[in-house]
């Protein structure tokens, strides 16, 4: 249920926030609370600052690239999300990252391609 998963994101979000009360250069605590904010019902808005930190903490991270990514087309930002997809397909050596940079690029490709779509058609 939707109770049952705001519940859970919640709980996350706590274990979270103790993590980095522990240490405050965990980036694996603060890409977590930051992914929390891409479930469905969330606002990405409120990823930013945490998978921001992530990456500054473990630059070489892809998977905090590809949580970057899918906030930036969770938010609309087709382009931005594009740029980071193809850095990591260019970076990765690791099949399943670039298995899920793949979806990402699917679903921000599918955005672009309806706005296209939708701007030739006159629609706003």
């Known amino acids: 249920t939707l ?3 705001a519940e859970l ?3 996350v979000r706590g ?3 103790s993590a980095s009360q522990l240490d405050a250069r965990l980036p694996e605590a603060y890409a977590t609370y930051g992914a929390s904010y891409l479930m469905p019902g969330q606002d990405p808005g409120k990823a930013q600052e945490s998978l921001d930190y992530a990456r500054q903490l473990l630059p ?3 998977e905090v690239v590809l949580l970057l990514a899918r906030m930036q087309a969770r938010l609309g930002h087709s382009t931005q999300a594009r740029e980071l997809v193809v850095s ?3 970076r990765s050596h ?3 990252t670039q298995q899920q940079a793949e ?3 699917d679903v ?3 955005t672009m391609a309806r706005r296209t779509i939708l701007k030739g058609a006159g629609a706003h």
């Open 88 to 90: 990591v397909l260019s």
């Open 108 to 110: 921000v490709e599918g």
């Open 103 to 105: 979806q990402v690029l």
């Open 15 to 17: 274990h979270c926030a």
């Open 60 to 62: 070489a991270s892809q």
């Open 3 to 5: 109770d049952a998963r």
């Open 9 to 11: 994101v919640e709980t």
């Open 94 to 96: 690791s099949r399943a």
